[in-house]
């Protein structure tokens, strides 16, 4: 008798059982019939809850399997600009080159839909989940979900607040302090540390846009004449880091440099700053983080004046670990990816082996 048959009988007997996540069917509700009725139900709930416990966790002594046969649910933020979809492309092909059954979903920015995937993600009891998560707080539930349920995380790009970080199996993505700490040294050495410096930050509460301000703001505190006098969210994007420019430029007050938390921003900027009668990469310079080919052809065109690379091409990386976590290795916490200045002086010579 399957689970629901037994599950059925105790029912039908006037018990109710409670599904605990950990434990799988346990307690009953009430109690009907005479004194075998009960030593029967007795029984099936306890054969229940047996076979329960052992089929409600990954760790069960199930045999491994290799990457054609794991199916993996990855939850991906949007498409908010060309170093997001640099990276969704490169853990779609690295999933279809490994041959593993990717769930993809697209959240559209919002949080909300993140966590739902997840959920559909736990309840189709996937191998493993790659995660990309939007902000970094409010995850707790959901990973305490899939946690339960022996669900390997991999967390890419971006990192969460969590009070054990147990709920995830492991971090891989640049060090975002670091990358606005570059920027903000390059900046003070080409204004010689004097600079009024105009700042689009990127999706508030998202661990790039927290790590790249302090990071910046680290770089410039060592130098007294480097102020940032207006900062706004550009939320990521060249169409609201365009209009965030054009209400800079607009409000009036001197503007030395823009520095922003990603090259789709600075692209916006810099064409609101043309569209101002000004000459970026020279009235005004441009600073940003991401390292797209488009900011490459910025730079080339001497508009751009650097950008600080964060390698979106997380595939290989991520499915290295989830095969190891579904294979029961233990994972490092964090894998740091390893980042790199670019400038006018060697744009051009590297434009064409720019991968993203
Ligand atoms: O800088 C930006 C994207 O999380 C590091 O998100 C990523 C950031 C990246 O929208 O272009």
Request: charged share 25%; aromatic share 6%; glycine share 8%.
């Amino acid at each position: 008798m399957d689970r629901t048959g037994l599950l059925h009988l105790i029912r039908s007997e006037g018990y109710n059982l409670h599904w605990h996540p950990r434990v799988g069917w346990t307690g009953f509700k009430e109690t009907k019939g005479n004194f075998m009725t009960r030593i029967v139900c007795l029984t099936a709930t306890f054969a229940l809850i047996v076979i329960s416990l052992g089929s409600c966790t990954k760790n069960s002594s199930e045999p491994k399997k290799n990457a054609q046969q794991l199916t993996v649910g990855f939850s991906q933020i949007g498409a908010e600009s060309g170093w997001r979809t640099a990276e969704t492309k490169s853990i779609r092909s690295e999933a279809e080159k490994r041959g593993v059954d990717l769930k993809f979903s697209d959240a559209q920015q919002k949080q909300e839909n993140q966590i739902k995937a997840l959920g559909a993600f736990i309840a189709q009891n996937v191998d493993a989940i790659i995660l990309a998560p939007v902000v970094e707080t409010g995850w707790e539930p959901v990973l305490k979900k899939a946690h339960q349920r022996g669900i390997p995380v991999i967390l890419v790009d971006r990192g969460v607040k969590v009070t054990n970080d147990d709920l995830y199996t492991t971090l891989i993505a640049s060090d975002f302090v670091a990358e606005g700490r570059m920027a903000g040294d390059w900046l003070a050495a080409k204004t010689g540390g004097k600079a009024n410096i105009v700042e689009l930050q990127g999706t508030p509460g998202a661990a790039p846009a927290i790590d790249r301000k302090k990071g910046f703001e680290q770089a410039i505190a060592k130098h007294p004449e480097m102020k940032i006098t207006k900062s706004q969210t550009g939320e990521f994007t060249r169409a609201k880091g365009k209009e965030v420019m054009e209400a800079f430029l607009k409000s009036g007050g001197e503007i030395d440099a823009v520095y922003a938390h990603n090259d789709d921003m600075a692209l916006g900027a810099i064409q609101a700053i043309e569209e101002a009668g000004k000459k970026p990469g020279v009235d005004i310079f441009v600073v940003s983080i991401d390292g797209v080919k488009p900011a490459f052809e910025s730079m080339v065109e001497g508009k751009l004046n650097c950008t600080v690379e964060c390698n979106p091409l997380l595939g290989p990386a991520a499915f290295d670990a989830v095969e190891r976590a579904v294979a029961g290795q233990k994972l490092p916490k964090n894998t740091v990816v390893q980042d790199k200045l670019f400038d006018q002086s060697t744009a051009k010579d590297v434009i064409d082996s720019r991968q993203y």
